[in-house]
């Protein structure tokens, strides 16, 4: 495929190749022959490619192409970012979640502000850009090989240009006492191009709650391409959880490649209120049997926001069950895309799967895109998917109203209840109460 | 006082309220009867001001305060209060939370000091004893999966909690046996007072041999056709609704 040759390239387009050769002999891994070459394929594969646009299957309804025209300044130093900017973005009670912290301040690990007092025997950590200069041959032989995918420019976009991030390596057996936070922040105001990779190793029969937080308030404009490439282990448990609240004016697309080993149990949740275009793509694979994985979201939009929940899941064992819900609330002219692959292979016999998508409209000008995807190669199998869009009931509201409660309230009370159904799905219970709160507010926020 | 005059009133375009007038000062008790598609619940979701219910012509005063200006919370936090022939099932609304924020939405309104939990949870307990309410339903969501008569049981502690002084029952008794009817009429007699109104809509005489009515009204195709004392319940269930436009087995 070589959609560059047939059309003209956008700005960022060109910026962006033309700025590879530029930048590539100062990113880290440069002195390492398989980095480079790693990064040298990823950029030809770019150039052939171009920024994904709708006439790409899979981004139809997200046209990055047509929403990024330019490319900002690539950002890989670490403005001044302080505690209390951190304490603003993430809100009191989840600054206060005791936690394992760990902060990438506009694309470059922080190790200043990072915290992981007590990891000792349970897991290790080191930034990316390190791990790249020097890397171990475990890291070698696993790094860019999780669950690979074919033709999606920006993952090859984030190979080409990753400057930091964090490798995690939780130990066999470890139980981690309390969550992983990843916090992805930028300090500076300027416009500005963010990178950042990650990869988590989760050993056999560990457990591990790792929690991704994005916030670009202080730079509204901000352009992020995060991936995250994570293997769980036999037997291991894991949630991950995301909160995307992006700046207003951010483009943000973010992509967990993810292994599960067998017996695994995956719990993976997004919620999502930032962005003006912002995309999560999860692409998760079952390579052993009994595994099994929820994939859930929340997406609360208003303004001109456009949010994409996109899962491609492969069952490539047998006995695997997933489940997946994703619920969007819509206000004004935003946008929600649901868009779920299930791909059962001939040898996944008995695999369960089931998606569903759900939207609440609460203006006539929103729009809802849902997209739900079999493609079923074995023969005993329970799969299925659902899709559903609906105003607020008029009737309920009456009812709620007939009881003294206010409009907006009332109205609050009923985008919570569909809302929360999601949020529900999130085990950790301090996250969970603080999604819940943050639901609870965002009808007062949207309309002021 | 409740005075409605003249009302006329249009659902989905169709003229259904052609006239009501009725008056009921404060103190009594007041029962429209009248067969099927008569109007009754019209003239209950009229007065409470729900969409799609327009008043063409008349007036609904309370206590000299013009009702149909008010938005449906609104005539709430001035004292009115509905209890619905069909209450909705709310999922994801925990009854718990509901109540306190209906009592507090009204005390609010009405320039009272808000609940905390604590002391929500207190005087919802109460009521809900009263009422031989369980307090396993207090924890589900609002009226979801509920029973018919579960659902009218928490519509009057919905009334009791509110403190209204305006309140219309709308159909309370079906789906109710004799005993959840002997416990929703004491429910509703104990809301009697010097300073409240009682409109009590029903189809069966039954329900009036327990709240007893001061008048009682026939509605028909959309007006007040008759009035009298509570004597004439007893004719209507001896009658039937034939002679006011529909057949017995309605
Ligand atoms: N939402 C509606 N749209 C159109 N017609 C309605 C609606 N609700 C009630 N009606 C009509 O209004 C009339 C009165 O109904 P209703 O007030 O429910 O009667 P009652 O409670 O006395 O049985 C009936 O003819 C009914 O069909
Ligand atoms: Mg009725």
Known sequence: MNIMTDRKTTAAEDALVERFDGVASSLPGANVDWVRKMRETAMAQFKALGLPDRRVEQWKYSDLRAKMREAHETRVESDAISESDIYDVLGVDLDEMLSYRLVVADGVFDKELSNIDGAEGKFEVTSLAETLNDPPAWFEEKFGKVNPQKNEAVLALNTAFMSDGVVIRVADGAELDRPVHLIMVTGSTKPGLVTTRNFVHVGEGAKLTLMESFSARRTPDMQRNCVTEMVVGDNAVVEHVKYQNEGRMAIHVASWLTELGQGADYNAFEFAIGGAMARHQNFLRFNGEHASAALSGAMMLWDNQHVDATTVVNHDAPNCQSRELFKCVLDDKSRGVVQGKVIVAKEAQKTDGHQMARSLMLSETAEFDSKPELEIYADDVLCGHGTTSGELDENLLFYLMARGIPEKKATALLVNAFIDEAIENVRNETIREAFLLRSADWLGEARG | ???????????????????????????????????????????????????????????????????????????????????????????GVGTMNFLRSAMNAVRKARGEDELNAAETMRIVREKAEALNIPLDMLKRPLNVGFSGGEKKRMEILQMSLLSPTLCVLDETDSGLDIDALRIVSDGVNAMRGPDKAILVITHYQRLLEYIVPDKVHVLSKGRIVRSGGKELALELEKSGYAEYGEDEAA
């Open chain 2, 1 to 91: 006082m409740l005075e409605i005059k003249n009302l006329h009133a249009k659902v989905d375009g169709d003229m259904i309220l052609r006239g009501v007038d009725l008056e009921i000062p404060q103190g009594e008790v007041h029962a429209i009867m009248g067969p099927n598609g008569s109007g009754k619940s019209t003239l209950s979701y009229v007065l409470a001001g729900k969409d799609d219910y327009e008043i063409t012509e008349g007036s609904i005063v309370w206590n000299g305060q013009d009702l149909s200006e008010l938005e449906v919370d609104e005539r709430v936090a001035a004292g009115f209060f509905l209890a619905m022939q069909y209450p909705v099932e709310i999922p």
